[in-house]
Structure formats: C-alpha cells, structure tokens
C-alpha cells in the first residue's frame, strides 16, 4: 500500500495492470487461444486451455520445468482453464518471463502453434508503451 501511494502513485499503477494486462490477453490470443471472459479484470487473465490438453499439465510444467507459478481453474473449470496473474508488484520482466513459459508449456502439452507468436506480441506492445 505505501509503495502504491507514495512511490508509484495510484494511478500509475492502475495504468500499470491495465498495460499488462492488455499485454498478456493480446499474446495469448496471438497464440491462437481464448479468453474465459468477455470484459476480464484488470486482475488476471482466464485464457480456456487448447482441445484435448488439461490446464493442470501446463500449470505443473511452468511451475516445474519453468520456475513460473500461475493457477489452474477451479471447480468445475479445473482443467479447463488456467489463470494468469498481473496484478501487485507484478511488472513487464515477469510477464514476459510467463508467456515465455507458457509457450514452452504449451508446446510440451502438444499444442501445434510456432513459438514466438505470444512473446513477439508482447514485445510490440510493451515497446508502444
């Protein structure tokens, strides 16, 4: 809270989740997948796992082989979705580190896209901003 008012600035740091989370949900899309939600928080980001891969292997691989913690669904959407976090002290050098991840993530769980679509998309986005 202290570094939110008196370092950052409140609305710096609005501007901050808002920049990544645009970034994040422009890169997933640029990997050919899909958001849960329609109008999401600035929060995190629900992106529906790819046909026929669970979401708790790619959680567990960016966690295991990646060092990246992000988070499964819950309830009846375990499986089905995963969540991505970019919100507190969270910043572009993590974010960037996390779909770095999630392509490897992604690729190893046999989803068939070229790597590199989600982290270039990031890229473009976080240099315009």
């Known amino acids: 809270l202290e570094y939110i008012l008196y370092e950052e600035g409140l609305r710096n740091t609005i ?7 645009h970034a994040v949900r422009e890169s997933v899309k640029a990997m050919g997948l899909k958001l849960l939600s329609k109008r999401p928080a600035d929060s995190l980001t629900a992106v529906i ?5 669970n979401s708790s292997n790619i ?10 913690q992000i988070s499964n669904g819950q309830g009846d959407l ?6 991505i976090s970019h919100m507190g002290y969270v910043d572009k050098p993590d974010i960037i580190m996390a779909i770095g991840a999630l392509e490897i993530a992604l690729k190893k769980s046999g989803y068939h896209f070229s ?6 998309r990031l890229l473009e986005i976080f240099s315009d901003g």
């Open 15 to 21: 501007r901050r989740h808002g920049l990544l989370a």
């Open 49 to 53: 796992s790819p046909e026929n891969i």
């Open 59 to 68: 959680v567990k691989i960016m966690k295991d082989e990646c060092g990246v």
């Open 78 to 83: 375990k499986g089905k979705i995963f969540r």
């Open 115 to 120: 790597l590199g679509q989600g982290t270039q």
